[in-house]
Structure formats: structure tokens, C-alpha cells
């Protein structure tokens, strides 16, 4: 069974940084999708980033691009989300998702058929 785990989050001032982590246990693909999602109150669930592993193509939704990075860490099968210049409007619980077919574009279009999601951990941009 896949599952994923996420770490991270807090509270930042606007302008500042703040880096999420995720990992997935269960595959026994070589390669596989891992990326983030976001949902504000009130809004409806938005795909921030995702990331193949081993495969190292990245997906950015345009309101993150030049502001977000993800990148696979040493550890092989664990992602991170680095967050820059962040603004109030990234306020949002954050959750990891993994998958092992879809990724990039189809990751966001068949969330309700990915593998597996985290908990959410939450990430509060105040002025």
C-alpha cells in the first residue's frame, strides 16, 4: 500500500520562506509522481507543483512559477517544496500526493485518482 508522508509548514511574514517535505513509501516503481496541492478556505484544491522521481521533469501551476522550486532530495524518494517570496495568497493547507502514472498536467486533472495523500500541514503567509 502507498503512502505518503509530509513535513513542514508553519507561519512566515510575507516575503519570506518556508519548506515542505515529502516522502512515499509502497512503490516498487522505479519512477513515480510526487507533488503538492493546495486549499485555501473557501476555495477549491489547486496543484502547486509535482515532480517525477528519478525522472526529474517539474510542473509548476503559473502562480507559483519563479517563486516555488521542487526538487527530489538525496534520500532518493523524498521531494521538497521550497517556497520563496511568499505572499498572503499562499495561505492554504498544503497536501502531498503521490501517483504512479500521472504527473504534471494529469496530476491536477485526476487528483481524485492518485495513489495516495497526506495529512495537510498548514502554511499561514501573514503581512
Known amino acids: 500500500q502507498v503512502q505518503v508522508a509530509e513535513s513542514g509548514g508553519g507561519s512566515v511574514q510575507a516575503g519570506g520562506s518556508l519548506r515542505l517535505s515529502c516522502g512515499a513509501s509502497?512503490?516498487?516503481?522505479?519512477?513515480?509522481?510526487i507533488g503538492w496541492f493546495r486549499q485555501a478556505p473557501g476555495k477549491e484544491r489547486e496543484a502547486v507543483a509535482s515532480?517525477?522521481?528519478?525522472?526529474?521533469?517539474?510542473f509548476y501551476a503559473d502562480s507559483v512559477k519563479g517563486r516555488f522550486t521542487i526538487s527530489q532530495d538525496n534520500a532518493k524518494n523524498t521531494v521538497s517544496l521550497q517556497m520563496d517570496s511568499l505572499k498572503i495568497e499562499d495561505t492554504a493547507m498544503y497536501y502531498c500526493?503521490?501517483?504512479?502514472?500521472?504527473?504534471?498536467?494529469?496530476?491536477?486533472?485526476?487528483?481524485?485518482?492518485?495513489?495516495?495523500w497526506g495529512q495537510g500541514t498548514q502554511v499561514t503567509v501573514y503581512p
Open positions: 500526493a503521490a501517483d504512479g502514472f500521472f504527473c504534471g498536467p494529469s496530476f491536477a486533472t485526476r487528483q481524485d485518482e492518485l495513489d495516495a
Open positions: 515532480i517525477y522521481i528519478n525522472g526529474g521533469r517539474e
Open positions: 509502497g512503490y516498487t516503481l522505479s519512477s513515480y509522481c
